[in-house]
């Protein structure tokens, strides 16, 4: 069992900085992928970004390439989402989960946060 929880999202106006954090329980922590996604009002479940379980691979969603970079440190138990030029599209509630397979298939993530709301103002 594996807990996640959120935490840095807010408001910005676009163009800004945001830094997301995952914090997880558990001493499993490095033998999962992680992964953030991201959901509007009204919109599916959007893949975002993952990270391979040492962290040397990493992969993104096609709108946010370029701009989102995602970490971890397994000797935290955290992932994080680097958020930079953000635009008035990114807001969304942002989650973290932990899984196995597919790195961008939502469906390969077992665990899941509560959530983190993100708002770019324009």
């Known amino acids: 069992q594996v807990q996640l929880v959120e935490s840095g999202g807010g408001l910005v106006q676009a163009g800004g900085s945001l830094r997301l954090s995952c914090a997880a329980s558990?001493?499993?922590?490095?033998?999962?992928?992680m992964a953030w996604f991201r959901q509007a009002p009204g919109k599916e479940r959007e893949f975002v970004a993952a990270?391979?379980?040492?962290?040397?691979?990493?992969y993104y969603g096609d709108s946010v390439k370029g701009r989102f970079t995602a970490s971890r440190d397994n000797a935290k138990n955290t992932v994080y989402l680097q958020m930079n030029s953000l635009k008035p599209e990114d807001t969304a509630v942002y989650y973290c989960?932990?899984?196995?397979?597919?790195?961008?298939?939502?469906?390969?993530?077992?665990?899941w946060g509560q959530g983190t709301q993100v708002t770019v103002s324009s």
């Open positions: 558990g001493r499993t922590f490095s033998s999962y992928n």
């Open positions: 990270i391979s379980r040492s962290g040397a691979t990493t």
């Open positions: 989960a932990a899984g196995a397979g597919s790195y961008i298939d939502l469906i390969s993530y077992k665990y």
